[in-house]
């Protein structure tokens, strides 16, 4: 449907993120893991790559939520600056991200 956050979403690392954990050996630690993929901590979410490829990776839903509450009601925007920050902080927090600066990596994301 978003065809061109998703070609600017392709080109980021959070596309990646699993590879990321792969390449450090981590991808087994549960704590690593709930910040690289979709969904570890939820019901129906990441399992295993083996198991849930499709969900792996940091995706649309890690920022935006469940796609079944845009699906429901999708002219609904509700995003700002500072709910950005809060999401993205979830994850991008010392000692995993060390000196992350939301203004700065926003950019990189932004769509």
């Known amino acids: ?19 990321t954990l792969k390449a450090k050996k981590k991808q087994k630690h549960q704590e690593c893991v709930n910040c690289h993929v979709l969904g570890a901590k939820e019901k129906g979410g990441f399992v295993s790559a083996k198991i849930s490829p499709e969900l792996s990776h940091v995706q649309c839903e890690n920022c935006h939520g469940p796609r079944k509450h845009h699906v429901t009601n999708p002219s609904k925007k509700g995003w700002d600056s500072q709910k950005s920050k809060k999401i993205c902080r979830t994850c991008h927090h010392a000692p995993h991200t060390v000196g992350f600066e939301f203004e700065k990596y926003w950019l990189k994301i932004k769509h």
């Open 1 to 19: 449907c978003h065809a061109k956050a998703y070609k600017i979403w392709k080109s980021t690392k959070h596309a990646h993120a699993l590879e």
